[in-house]
C-alpha cells in the first residue's frame, strides 16, 4: 500500500502524510487500518481525534498518556502551564544538541548540574539527581539509549528527531534557547538565553552581542577566531555553559576570566595549547574539560577554583594506540589537594607529592594516572585504569587490600602479570563487571576456573602475546555478556568450554592464529554458539 510506504521509508527528515477528501469516502478506516499495522514499528505512537471544537489542555493531556508519561494521576491536575513547564524542564535543553547527535552520559550530568537543573537532594549529590533525571527520561521514551558502558550504565543517548522538534518548538515559545544548524551567527536573536551553533564560519564577524546569553554549545567550529570568542566572553557576562568541542580555535583569550558566572568549560580535542592563568578567577566553575588538547601543563591558578568537581584532562601522543604512551597525562600543580570537592581527574602525570596530595581528595570517583605509588584515596573508588610496569606485590598494595572487593571496573596495560593472572586477579578484586587486559605479558595459558568473577560481564583479552590457549572452566563468568579476544596471534584452537557461557550476547574472535578459523569450523562451534546475538571472526 501505498501509505504504508511512505511510512516505512528511510528517509531521515520528518514527515508528515495528509489524507484527503470527501466525507463517507472512508479517509479514517484507511488511516486507522495503517496506524494499527505500522505502530508495532515505532518506538512511541499516538492516535489523537481533533475534533471542530477542542480543548488544548486535553489533547496535550492525552498525547503524555499516549507516549508513556508515567505519573497518570498527576495529569488531571496539571494545567496548561504546567504541561509546557514539563516538556521544558525535561527536553528543551537536550534539544540545545545538534540534530542525530549522540550525548554522552557523562556530558548530560555535568551540563544539567551546572545550569542548575539537578541540585542537591538529602543524601545526594547534583550528580545523582542529574542521572536520575536521565533515567528517568529514558524511561518515559524521551530520550534513547544508544550504547551502554562496561558498568551497564548508559553510555550514550540521542533525543528522536520528532521529540527535538517538538521540544524546539518548546525551547523557543518559552524562549528558553535557540538551535541554528545553518553555521551562522549573524541571523540570532540577541536576547536568547541558550544557543546552540553547529559548525559556525563567520570568520569575517568579530561581533556577537548575546547580553542575555546563559550557555553556548559550538561544535565543530571552522572558525578559528579568538576575536569572536572575546566579543561573545565582552558581551555575554552571564556565561554559565561554554562548549565548543572539535573546534578549531588554538587559543582561550584571557579575557575569560571575566566570566565568574562560568560552571562549565568544554574544550575537548580542540587545538588549544594552553589555558590561561585568569581561570584563578573562575570561583563557580565545576566542571573543566580539556582533554585531546595540545595542553600540557595545568595553570598553577587552578588550585584556586575551589568549587570544581570535574577536571577532565590528556595529551594523545598516538591515535592508533601503538606506543606505550599513545596518551600522556598532563603535569598538575602543586597543592591539589585545594580542590576538595573533586569527584573526577583524569589524566594527570603521577609523582609522589601527587599521591600524597590525592589522599586528601576524599570526594573523588574516578581517577585515571600514569603511576608508581598509590595510596587509596577512598573507599568509594570503583573504577580504575593502570598502565605500566608492575612492582612485584602490587595486588598487596593498600589500593588494592582496601578497595579492591570495591572496584568494578580494572583496565591493566602494559604489565607482566606472571603465572595465573586471572586467578590471582579473581581473588583480590572479586566483584568487578568490567576487566580489560591489553598488552599484558603472562603465562601461555589463562584459566578461567569455576566461580570466577560471578558479576563480571564484560572481559577483553587483547595483544597478549605469550598466550596461545585459554580455558574456560564450567561455571566460570555466570553473568558474562561480552568477550572480546583480539590480537592473540599465538591462540590457534578455540576457548576450551566457551559454550558454557550461556549468557553471551556479544563475542569478538578477531586477528587470532591463521588457523584459528579451520578449528572453529571443524569443531561446530557455530551451531554451539548460536545463542550469541553478535558474533565477530577475522
Avoid at 568537581?309 to 600543580?333: I, M, N, W
Avoid at 570503583?382 to 570495591?406: E, M, S, Y
Wanted: with cysteine; proline share 3%; charged share 25%.
Amino acid at each position: 500500500m501505498l501509505l504504508t510506504g511512505w511510512l516505512y521509508s528511510n528517509e531521515l527528515d520528518s514527515t508528515v502524510i495528509i489524507v484527503s477528501g470527501m466525507g463517507g469516502l472512508g479517509k479514517t478506516t484507511i488511516v486507522a487500518n495503517v496506524y494499527e499495522r505500522g505502530k508495532i514499528r515505532f518506538h512511541a505512537h499516538a492516535w489523537i481525534v481533533v475534533s471542530q471544537t477542542y480543548d488544548v489542555e486535553e489533547l496535550l493531556r492525552k498525547v503524555l498518556r499516549k507516549i508513556g508519561y508515567a505519573d497518570q494521576a498527576h495529569l488531571d491536575g496539571m494545567d496548561v502551564h504546567d504541561l509546557k513547564e514539563k516538556f521544558k524542564e525535561n527536553l528543551s535543553d537536550r534539544s540545545m544538541f545538534p540534530e542525530d547527535c549522540p550525548m554522552p552520559r557523562d556530558n548530560l550530568v555535568r551540563l544539567w548540574v551546572a545550569e542548575g537543573f539537578a541540585a542537591r537532594k538529602e543524601n545526594n549529590t547534583p550528580e545523582d539527581v542529574a542521572e536520575g533525571n536521565l533515567n528517568e527520561l529514558i524511561n518515559r521514551n524521551m530520550l534513547e539509549v544508544v550504547e551502554t558502558d562496561e558498568l551497564g550504565r548508559v553510555s550514550t543517548c540521542k533525543m528522536h528527531d520528532i521529540m527535538r522538534d517538538l521540544a524546539l518548538f518548546v525551547a523557543k515559545d518559552e524562549r528558553f534557547g535557540s538551535a541554528n544548524d545553518s553555521g551562522t551567527m549573524m541571523l540570532m536573536d540577541n536576547e536568547v538565553r541558550r544557543l546552540s551553533m553547529c559548525r559556525w564560519e563567520d570568520k569575517g564577524v568579530y561581533k556577537a552581542k548575546f547580553p542575555r546569553l546563559r550557555t553556548l554549545i559550538s561544535v565543530q567550529t571552522i572558525s578559528s577566531s579568538s576575536n569572536m570568542l572575546s566579543s561573545i566572553f565582552s558581551e555575554s557576562t552571564y556565561l554559565t555553559v561554554l562548549e565548543l568541542q572539535d573546534s578549531e580555535i588554538t587559543e582561550v583569550p584571557t579575557s575569560i576570566g571575566n566570566l565568574f558566572n562560568l560552571r562549565y568549560i568544554g574544550l575537548r580535542r580542540t587545538k588549544v595549547k594552553s589555558f590561561p592563568e585568569t581561570i584563578e578567577k573562575l570561583y563557580n566553575l565545576h566542571t573543566l574539560d580539556i582533554k585531546q588538547t595540545k595542553i600540557e601543563k595545568l595553570p598553577r591558578g587552578i588550585v584556586k577554583v575551589r568549587k570544581l568537581r570535574h577536571l577532565l584532562a590528556d595529551k594523545c601522543a598516538d591515535e592508533k594506540h601503538s606506543d606505550f604512551r599513545y596518551f600522556t597525562g598532563v603535569q598538575p600543580p602543586k597543592e591539589l589537594s585545594n580542590l576538595e570537592e573533586l569527584q573526577t581527574l583524569e589524566t594527570v602525570e603521577a609523582s609522589k607529592d601527587l599521591a600524597e596530595q590525592l589522599k586528601k581528595l576524599t570526594q573523588l570517583k574516578t581517577e585515571t594516572l600514569c603511576f608508581k605509588t598509590l595510596e587509596p584515596i577512598s573507599g568509594r573508588l570503583h573504577k580504575l585504569i593502570v598502565r605500566g610496569h608492575w612492582a612485584n606485590g602490587t595486588l598487596q598494595c593498600p589500593i588494592f587490600q582496601d578497595c579492591g572487593r570495591n572496584l568494578k571496573y580494572l583496565a591493566l596495560s602494559w604489565c607482566h602479570l606472571g603465572e595465573d593472572p586471572l586467578s590471582l586477579l579473581a581473588s583480590h578484586v572479586p566483584y568487578l563487571t568490567f576487566l580489560r587486559l591489553n598488552r599484558v605479558y603472562t603465562t601461555k595459558t589463562l584459566v578461567l576456573s569455576a566461580g570466577c568473577f560471578p558479576e563480571l560481564k564484560t572481559l577483553v583479552l587483547k595483544h597478549m602475546p605469550d598466550v596461545n590457549k585459554v580455558e574456560i572452566e564450567d561455571r566460570a563468568l555466570p553473568r558474562i555478556e561480552g568477550l572480546h579476544i583480539v590480537s592473540l596471534y599465538n591462540v590457534k584452537k578455540v576457548p576450551e568450554g566457551i559454550e558454557f557461557l550461556r549468557s553471551l550476547k556479544k563475542l569478538w574472535l578477531l586477528h587470532l592464529h591463521k588457523d584459528f578459523n579451520t578449528y572453529w569450523e571443524s569443531n561446530g562451534m557455530h551451531e554451539k554458539m548460536a545463542h550469541v546475538q553478535e558474533l565477530y571472526r577475522i
